[in-house]
């Protein structure tokens, strides 16, 4: 299994970045894909979700609005658009894959929002 993240890094508040995340060794079409976060001195928290039958979302309610994930299995490959970013985005993020009873973490790209 291979996990490449991208798309990490400093960005000034209200501005966007979009993540991306490449995965291979498993079935990505199957697998339902999350992206977390974690700040320094925070627990690592769920951002975004989306499922692996009908592409339904789900998003914590501080980036409701502003967040979208996304999919594109021809590319296998998860996005995470971040619009209109605040100081409290700032954190690693990390995609993570659920398929097959496995449970796969990419290795963070760190996002950090100035003022």
């Known amino acids: 299994v291979q996990l490449q993240a991208s798309g990490g890094g400093l960005v000034q508040a209200g501005g966007s970045l979009r993540l991306s995340c490449t995965a291979s060794g498993f079935s990505f079409a199957d697998a339902i894909i999350g992206w977390f976060r974690q700040a320094p001195g925070k627990e690592r928290e769920g951002v975004a979700c989306?499922?692996?039958?009908?592409?339904?979302?789900y998003y914590v309610d501080s980036v409701k609005g502003r967040f979208t994930i996304s999919r594109d299995n021809a590319k296998n490959t998860v996005y995470l658009q971040m619009n209109s970013l605040k100081l409290e985005d700032t954190a690693v993020y990390y995609c993570?894959?659920?398929?097959?009873?496995?449970?796969?973490w990419g290795q963070g790209t760190q996002v950090t929002v100035s003022s």
């Open positions: 989306i499922s692996n039958t009908d592409g339904r979302t």
């Open positions: 993570n894959f659920w398929a097959g009873g496995y449970n796969y």
